[in-house]
């Protein structure tokens, strides 16, 4: 049987190559409200740990702001891919890794910001990816988990379940209501929380570690 990583990598390794054209289609506009608060939330971040870039469309957005951005995915192809882009775009702040959400290999309290977007509700174990985020955020640091809500209502949930049959995994079916929850469970208090209009609902969320 596959590891739970190695299930999350293979699909995501097949769908590598046509990411960046999904993206355009079918959540710019999504993303673009994204962006627009990241822009606001990293203000003054030094150092960002991405979380599940993908293709680095956030990093290489933010790039031009954030001195160092270390960016990863669980993905190799992925990781290829924003590497070439890295290489076109001439950019030189932002390092490609592959990592494990769930078991990120870098020292405790590394990153001052922490960007993990549109990632929690297709994880296995979200809790774990939780756990490790607090670990490597430095004192005072900052997540900022933009979710998608696949349990905002019966609509958005049946439209989930046609979506996991196309072999887009969605484990978590949260509501606003209950993905806040879930922050608060894992030892976070929300700094932030703006609802996106999209066919799911999205939450952006900017969240502390608690005192």
């Given at each position: 049987?596959?590891?739970?990583?190695?299930?999350?990598?293979k699909f995501w390794d097949s769908f590598a190559?046509?990411?960046?054209?999904?993206?355009?289609?079918?959540?710019?506009?999504?993303?673009?409200?994204?962006?627009?608060?990241l822009l606001i939330d990293t203000k003054e971040t030094k150092?960002?740990?991405?979380?599940?870039?993908?293709?680095?469309?956030?990093?290489?957005?933010?790039?031009?702001?954030?001195?160092?951005?270390?960016?990863?995915?669980?993905?190799?192809?992925?990781?290829?891919?924003?590497?070439?882009?890295?290489?076109?775009?001439?950019?030189?702040n932002i390092d490609f890794q592959i990592e494990d959400s769930c078991n990120l290999s870098f020292p405790d309290k590394s990153f001052d910001t922490i960007l993990a977007s549109n990632v929690l509700h297709l994880l296995h174990k979200p809790d774990w990816a939780m756990?490790?985020?607090?670990?490597?955020?430095?004192?005072?640091?900052?997540?900022?988990?933009?979710?998608?809500?696949?349990?905002?209502?019966?609509?958005?949930?049946?439209?989930?379940?046609?979506?996991?049959?196309?072999?887009?995994?969605?484990?978590s079916r949260w509501s606003v209501k209950s993905f806040k929850k879930f922050v608060d469970k894992n030892g976070f208090v929300l700094k932030k929380i703006e609802k996106v209009r999209d066919k799911i609902p999205l939450v952006y969320v900017v969240a502390l570690v608690k005192n």
């Open positions: 049987m596959k590891t739970r990583a190695e299930q999350e990598r190559s046509k990411y960046d054209n999904f993206v355009n289609k079918r959540t710019s506009e999504t993303y673009d409200v994204i962006y627009n608060n150092h960002l740990l991405e979380i599940a870039t993908g293709t680095g469309i956030h990093s290489f957005n933010l790039c031009d702001r954030i001195p160092k951005i270390t960016a990863t995915d669980l993905s190799p192809e992925m990781i290829k891919i924003a590497k070439e882009k890295s290489v076109e775009k001439s950019v030189s756990v490790e985020m607090k670990r490597v955020l430095k004192n005072n640091g900052k997540i900022i988990i933009p979710t998608y809500c696949h349990g905002y209502n019966l609509f958005t949930q049946i439209i989930s379940r046609f979506m996991s049959l196309s072999g887009f995994k969605v484990r």
